[in-house]
């Protein structure tokens, strides 16, 4: 099974080695394929760069954590546009859902949550995805 997996959730398994981000993200990387695309990839990468996680997410954590997901990904380049998400910034997560063929997105972004079930996509939070999995 591929799943997505959204910046708010890395951001908080960064933050927190044993949270419950954090064991989602491991659970998927030990059970199902996590799916990437460069633009998806682009935003963790930022959002984990922001001054306001500095104190909490060394560059050390922050390599680590990138490193950890390029490593263990599939990546994938959607090919299409969605427009369904009222925040537009969270389009890329459909997009990369559909064309992967992933059947979850795990994620903590209200936008996407409200969502669920998505075009037959499940879009869970990370407890969520825990206790299903």
């Given at each position: 099974m591929r799943v997505v997996i959204d910046a708010s959730v890395i951001v908080g398994a960064a933050?927190?080695?044993?949270?419950t981000p954090m064991r989602a993200l491991l659970a998927v990387l030990e059970?199902?394929?996590i799916v990437l695309s460069t633009t998806v990839f682009t935003e963790i990468s930022e959002v984990l760069g922001r001054q306001k996680f500095a104190a909490a997410v060394t560059p050390e954590r922050r390599q680590e954590i990138l490193a950890l997901l390029t490593t263990a990904a599939t990546w994938i380049?959607?090919?299409?546009?969605?427009t369904d998400c009222v925040d537009p910034d969270?389009?890329?997560y459909l997009e990369l859902a559909i064309v992967s063929g992933a059947t979850v997105v795990v994620s903590s972004d209200r936008?996407?949550?409200q969502m669920h079930p998505w075009r037959g996509v499940?879009?869970?939070r990370p407890a969520e995805y825990l206790m299903r999995s």
């Open positions: 933050l927190k080695n044993d949270s059970h199902h394929s380049e959607p090919d299409l546009t969605v969270d389009n890329k936008h996407l949550l499940a879009i869970l």
